[in-house]
């Protein structure tokens, strides 16, 4: 079905950066819909393991308006963050259509056909909102089609207890690996390969001294200043319980990266090899924008070329919360709302200097 009302702004997504983006669209009173190809609320979220734990407290984990409610625990558990982004939703009451997977964004005159299946929307502007969960990446390594073991990568890891009294390496180096191998650990002789050394935080530092951070790179880039990034990018591990826990138990040493598998394991380039059953691949995601192929504007890197947040080759879309390529932090919950206020701002005052579409 065609939907013949023309919006002023379709935001793609359902999760914490398109919460954010609708957030400030309503504000600014634009006619605005999200669509999320999600069953639920909790975007991505609602996909990570059971025991994933935030890294900053409750007050510094929120997106704009509304603060995340404290939880027992310091750092919030996973399902707390599905709840607050559920009860953030209802808050606000956001036109949001779900589940809707959009197929493609063409371009229409001066405006933007979205295509969903049988359902088009035409819309002035676009604000690309899918994040990157759906694009796990896996690096290619020789012989990893001939080893026999289980293979998945941390997107579709879930608990410890199937790995129970197998041999399991995990491979990483951030946050996500640290934690998957504290609780791995505790019923399988774990491995960890990390393709860099991995960078610990002080036990006492959390999320805030990464935010903090990331501000400051953020302010000397709108100086115009370049700074020499310091220890505690956002990658860097930050000490929680099961990770300080998981050192005490002398398992959190990584080894460097492996050169090839065989059908039971791996070996090193000194010839030095290691039996293995099951890999937990903890190496990142990729942006999820295969909807944007047929306006030839991502590049060969998978990304598309922004000033900010706005796409440089298609001037009505703008792209929030794929990482720091669009905004310093943008891929975290209170990282996201300076991205998706600039983003806003910048859609109000474009769609204030064009006309309607025909």
């Not at 115009?224 to 930050?238: Q, S």
Request: hydrophobic share 40%.
């Amino acid at each position: 079905m065609t939907h013949n009302k023309t919006l002023d702004v379709l935001v793609i997504g359902g999760g914490q950066s398109a919460l954010a983006t609708a957030y400030f669209l309503r504000r600014a009173r634009l006619d605005y819909v999200l669509l999320d190809d999600q069953a639920r609320p909790g975007g991505a979220w609602q996909h990570a393991w059971d025991s994933l734990r935030l890294f900053s407290p409750a007050t510094w984990s929120s997106i704009a308006g509304w603060q995340m409610p404290q939880t027992a625990d310091d750092y919030p558990p996973r399902d707390a963050v599905i709840d607050y982004l559920r009860r953030y939703e209802q808050r606000y009451q956001f036109p949001i259509l779900r589940p809707v997977h959009v197929d493609s964004v063409t371009s229409e005159g001066d405006c933007l056909r979205v295509q969903a299946g049988a359902d088009s929307w035409l819309t002035r502007a676009v604000v690309s909102a899918t994040g990157t969960w759906s694009k796990p990446f896996i690096p290619q390594y020789p012989g990893a089609a001939d080893f026999a073991g289980q293979q998945l990568h941390s997107s579709r890891y879930r608990s410890p207890k199937p790995f129970a009294g197998k041999k399991v390496m995990i491979v990483g180096a951030g946050n996500s690996a640290a934690q998957i191998l504290a609780e791995v650990s505790q019923y399988s002789d774990t491995l960890w390969i990390a393709l860099e050394p991995p960078s610990f935080l002080p036990d006492h530092f959390d999320g805030r001294v990464l935010f903090h951070r990331a501000t400051a790179a953020w302010k000397a880039q709108q100086a115009g200043r370049i700074i020499e990034e310091p220890p505690g990018g956002l990658g860097d591990i930050v000490m929680v319980e099961p990770v300080i826990e998981a050192r005490e138990r002398g398992v959190l040493a990584a080894q460097r990266p492996f050169q090839r598998f065989t059908r039971h394991g791996i070996v090193w380039e000194d010839g030095r090899r290691a039996s293995v059953e099951a890999v937990i691949w903890c190496t990142g995601f990729r942006p999820a924008l295969d909807h944007l192929a047929k306006l030839d504007i991502v590049e060969a890197d998978g990304k598309v070329q922004v000033e900010g947040n706005r796409s440089v080759k298609q001037p009505n879309l703008w792209l929030v919360g794929y990482g720091d390529w669009t905004g310093t932090a943008s891929a975290t919950l209170i990282g996201v709302i300076r991205s998706a206020r600039s983003a806003v701002s910048e859609i109000q005052a474009f769609i204030s200097q064009t006309t309607d579409c025909p």
